[in-house]
C-alpha cells in the first residue's frame, strides 16, 4: 500500500506547489467576500462546454462553502445535457439581469470579485466579459497553452486536462488547509463532467496519471463517471441524430485526404430539427477517419455567427489555425467565432490558411 501512496504523491507533487498558493488566494478571497458581504462571480468562457461549466460551478460550490457568496457568470443558457449537475441555484445571468445592471447586485450582494475558469481573457467570455473587466484583480485557473500572461493571480497549466482537474486540486490544498470538507458530491460531480469532457471520457492524449487518480478520488467522494459520459457524449434528440449523420455525409477531402472539412449552414438546423449541439460530435470523429491529420467544422449559429471547431491527431497545430480567425486553444483542439462573413466563403479561407499550414 505504501508504494502505490508513494507513487500517488509523486503525481500530486507536481500541482502541490501550485494548488497551495492558489487554495491560499481562494481561502483569503472567500474571506473578503464573507467581511463585506459581497459575491463573487466566476466566469466560464461563452459557447460553454462540460469543463468550463464544470470548473465554474464547482468552484463557486466550494466558495460557498468557505462562507462567500458566489455564482457563476453565464453567457448563455445551459446546455439542456447539464441538467444532470443540479446547478440551478449557482447560475447567474449579468447580461440579463436587471438589479445587476443597475446596481451591480448578484442577488441582492454587491458585486466584490471576479475569477475565470477554463478560459483567462474576457474577450472570451462573450456578453459577460465587460462585466470581468470590471475589476482589476482577477484569480484565474486555465489550462490553455495560448495565454501568454503570468501572475501569481494565475495558474494556467497547459499539461493539465482539463481546468477541472485543476480546481479539483485546489480543493483538496483547501480542504488540507482549513479543515473544511469543501468538495461535496455536486462539486465532485460538476469536476468530474469537465474532465470527462475534455478527455474524451479518459481517451485523449492529455489524459495523464494524474487525471485518472482525480477521477478515481471524485469517485471516492460521490461523483458518477456515467452519468457524466451518458448525459455529456452518449443521450441524443432525434434532430441532433439526423444533423450529425448530415455533417457527416457532406464531408470534403483536401491536401491527399489530410484535411476533412464540413460546414453545417443554419438551415440544416431548422430543418432537422436540431439545435446547435446536434454536430458536436462531428469534428473529433473526422479527426479520427484514417489517413485525416486536421478536422474543420464551421456552424452557423442562431444569432449569424459562425462558430469554427478545430482538431487534429497528431503534429498539426491547432491553436495556431484558430488565432489567425480570431480564436484559440490547444494543438490538437482549438476554436474560434466569425461574423459578418459568408460561411461558405469563411470555409474557403479557413481551408487556404490549413493548407499553407499542414
Ligand atoms: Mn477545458
Redesign the pocket.
Known sequence: MDIVNNDINSYNEKYLADADRMAKRFIEAAGKLKETDSAALVFPHRSV?G??VGAACGLSDMLRALGANAYVAMPEKLPENMNFLGVDDLLFYPAEDPEFNKDRLVKGKPYGAAFAV?CSESGRMGDCGRYFDMFDQHLIVD?HASVKVRSEDYWIMPEAS??SELCFYIGLAIERITGITVISERVADCFTA?IVT?TGRFTYTNTKPETLIAAGLLMSRGASINAASYNLFDRVKVGNYRISAAARLTTKFFADGKIAVTFVPRELFDEYGADNAGVDDVVAVMRDIDGVELAIMLRTLENGTIRGNLRSKSYFDCAKLAEQFGGGGHAKASGFTASDIDLTELADRVLEAAMKMI
Open positions: 462546454d469543463d468550463c477554463d489550462h482539463s481546468a469537465g475534455d
